[in-house]
């Protein structure tokens, strides 16, 4: 698109204001609609989870007699408090229960209200991180950049994905803004803001932990920057081992650090004086040793499903010969121990993160592909996940310009074709019953290549501003 073309479009383009009026009154749209439709039909437009939700909320409201739905911590003597993990498959902090208390006390759908709510504050700050730090002051009008960022940030408002998955009562917009709000408060250099939010943000959802990484590289690295001796001189010479130690271990870093986990087990003790193991067991230690032997993304999924108790397992024996039953215990020992999926997972989320986070101005990448490796390679993979890393995209739509129309159409139609392809078999297994567990498995395997692919893709054309 030619200059005088592309400052046509962005001066039609409807105001931010007028962008956000809309978004809202779509998703209040949205939600008014959801009601008369659960109420209409057999499949429902509320996710799930929310049902979940509103369950647990009214567990910690609505404690049982004697010992019968009370919460579990050291502090249940001197006060009554229910139970959210009485609710079976409830596998969050208790913030989230505590959060939708109006469910019972206002509407039954206050909470996706919130939700909602939180995905318009993370359209705000998607806009206010365009203009004040991601696209240049320079070489541009205020109008033009202005509309550039609005433009980009209805990718985020105004996109299927996002608002019918908040409107349908996930909770995963809640973990978005607080993330982003991290991420605000570290491009600004607020690190002992930015530390506290991403301690809130672990303690709601363990995968940002990942994010320290990338941020205490760029910490050490300004540290070094603001010395004596500047990060080049550290790096050379027979100081380089020590440099680089002074880039991960100094005063800066061990202050994010400390404060950073210090609020995240702050929360914790919290929550375990009141709820006790139920929540230490729930909300984490289960996704240890989760195995979900359920359909998913996951390249993880069919090798779990074949080694789960009392489903029916492949024929070993002719692989070797040991006992088929030898074979089977170590085969099944393999498949469920954590590392086999948690090792490559964390590999490569904290190593991109150490490569990536150099610069401030590096941290939206940086996290985005932490992510995107996270989700890739975790054991459970569901499509609700993909938010995670796309929230991130609208801040490296201008650092990817070098990305040309042609290359943009094909890593989008790799990374929705992966996946339709995977649904086609998932509807096969799931709606008609059919017996399609190995092709859903190989279609998980494309649907990881293909998206590893358009990463590579998005990697190189970064390196290249």
């Known amino acids: ?48 989870d929310y049902r979940v939700f509103s369950d647990a909320t009214r567990f910690v409201l609505n404690p049982g007699p004697g010992t019968d739905n009370r919460a579990q911590g050291p502090l249940n003597r001197w006060f009554t408090v229910g139970d959210p993990y009485t609710r079976e498959t409830y596998r969050y902090t208790p913030l989230l229960a505590i959060l939708l208390a109006p469910n019972e006390w206002v509407h039954k759908s206050f909470g996706k209200f919130l939700f909602a709510a939180c995905d318009i504050l993370a359209g705000i700050l998607i806009n206010k991180l365009l203009i004040s730090v991601i696209l240049p002051r320079k070489s541009s009008s205020e109008i033009r950049r202005h509309a550039y960022a609005t433009l980009i940030t209805s990718s985020h408002l105004l996109s299927p994905f996002v608002f019918t998955i908040s409107t349908r009562g996930s909770s995963e917009s809640v973990l978005l803004l607080l993330v982003l709000l991290t991420l605000f408060c570290a491009l600004r250099a607020r690190w002992d803001a930015a530390a506290v939010l991403l301690g809130l943000s672990v303690h709601w959802k363990i995968y940002p932990v990942v994010y320290g990484v990338a941020c205490v590289g760029v910490i050490g690295r300004e540290a070094c920057d603001s010395g004596s001796e500047s990060f080049a001189e550290k790096k050379g010479g027979a100081d380089g081992g020590r440099g680089w130690l002074r880039i991960w271990v100094n005063e800066r870093t061990i202050r994010f650090a400390v404060i950073s986990a210090g609020t995240f087990f702050a929360l914790g003790l919290a929550m375990y004086a009141v709820w006790g193991y139920p929540f230490l067991h729930e909300t984490y230690l289960y996704h240890i040793h989760r195995l979900d032997h359920r359909h998913n993304f996951s390249p993880y999924f069919y090798l779990i499903y074949l080694s789960y108790p009392g489903l029916p397992l492949p024929p070993l024996a002719s692989l070797s010969s040991l006992p088929t039953s030898g074979i089977l215990s170590i085969w099944r020992a393999v498949v469920r121990s954590p590392l086999t999926s948690f090792g490559p997972q964390m590999v490569l989320s904290l190593g991109t993160g150490v490569m990536f986070g150099k610069r401030r101005e590096d941290l939206p990448f940086a996290w985005f592909v932490q992510t995107v490796c996270f989700v890739v390679f975790n054991k459970v993979c569901t499509s609700q996940y993909f938010l995670w890393y796309l929230v991130f995209l609208p801040l490296l739509v201008p650092r990817l310009s070098s990305i040309s129309a042609r290359q943009s159409i094909v890593y989008g139609a790799v990374w929705f074709c992966t996946q339709a392809l995977w649904l086609s078999q998932a509807y096969r297994l799931e709606f008609l019953g059919e017996d399609v567990f190995w092709r859903v498995w190989v279609c998980g395997l494309i649907y990881m290549v293909g998206h590893c692919w358009v990463l590579g893709g998005l990697m190189e054309a970064y390196g290249r501003v």
Do not use: A, N, Q
């Open 1 to 48: 698109m030619s200059s005088s073309l592309s400052d046509r479009f962005l001066r039609s383009f409807p105001s931010f204001p007028t962008i956000l009026v809309f978004s809202i009154l779509l998703r209040v749209g949205l939600i008014i609609y959801s009601e008369w439709h659960d109420s209409h039909s057999v499949v429902k437009y509320t996710d799930v």
